[in-house]
């Protein structure tokens, strides 16, 4: 039988409650618990030289690739950035609608994993994070093998 609603609520609550109080150890038990993988809470950060070496081992056509679309996203992204804040409203039917962007202090990134890598979603999420001015910027991934090109493109995006 399907679950309610309030039950899934409640259920994503709970597990809300087990992170914030117990951090890595809850990720660590919730890993095991859903996708059936056993990390340590040490091992859930990617040091910073993984991270270099990743890039520096993705051929050449891969970092010229990698480079040229961190310029062009980045560009754009700072050709937007100038026009913030980005606030417009209308009237319509006796109410106010619009849309208003504003910088946070933290996002996380949710970048997929698996057979295939997505070098492109970490630098298109990444990028106009970071050239917004978000101080911490997460990106989180399934467990499992990440991808050079993946972190390859979290290297390029700092």
Same mark, same amino acid.
């Given at each position: 039988?399907?679950?309610?609603?309030?039950?899934?609520?409640?259920?994503?609550?709970?597990?809300?409650?087990? /992170?914030?109080?117990?951090?890595?150890?809850?990720?660590?038990?919730?890993?095991?618990?859903?996708?059936?993988?056993?990390?340590?809470?040490?091992?859930?950060?990617?040091?910073?030289?993984?991270?270099?070496?990743?890039?520096?081992?993705?051929?050449?056509?891969?970092?010229?690739?990698?480079?040229?679309?961190?310029?062009?996203?980045?560009?754009?992204?700072?050709?937007?950035?100038?026009?913030?804040?980005?606030?417009?409203? /209308?009237?319509?039917?006796?109410?106010?609608?619009?849309?208003?962007?504003?910088?946070?202090?933290?996002?996380?990134?949710?970048?997929?994993?698996?057979?295939?890598?997505?070098?492109?979603? /970490?630098?298109?999420?990444?990028?106009?994070?970071?050239?917004?001015?978000?101080?911490?910027? /997460?990106?989180?991934?399934?467990?499992?093998?990440?991808?050079?090109?993946?972190?390859?493109?979290?290297?390029?995006?700092?």
């Amino acid at each position: 039988m399907p679950k309610r609603l309030n039950d899934i609520q409640s259920e994503v609550s709970s597990i809300l409650r087990r /992170v914030r109080s117990q951090g890595d150890e809850a990720l660590c038990y919730y890993a095991r618990k859903f996708d059936g993988v056993n990390l340590a809470p040490g091992s859930l950060r990617v040091p910073g030289e993984k991270l270099k070496a990743a890039y520096r081992s993705v051929d050449e056509k891969a970092r010229t690739a990698l480079g040229c679309a961190e310029k062009r996203i980045s560009g754009f992204h700072e050709a937007e950035y100038q026009r913030l804040p980005f606030q417009w409203q /209308v009237g319509i039917e006796g109410l106010t609608v619009g849309q208003k962007a504003n910088p946070i202090d933290s996002v996380g990134l949710y970048i997929p994993g698996g057979r295939f890598a997505y070098p492109s979603t /970490v630098l298109m999420t990444a990028l106009p994070a970071k050239i917004a001015g978000v101080r911490r910027i /997460v990106l989180v991934s399934p467990p499992g093998q990440l991808k050079n090109e993946v972190l390859a493109a979290a290297y390029l995006c700092g």
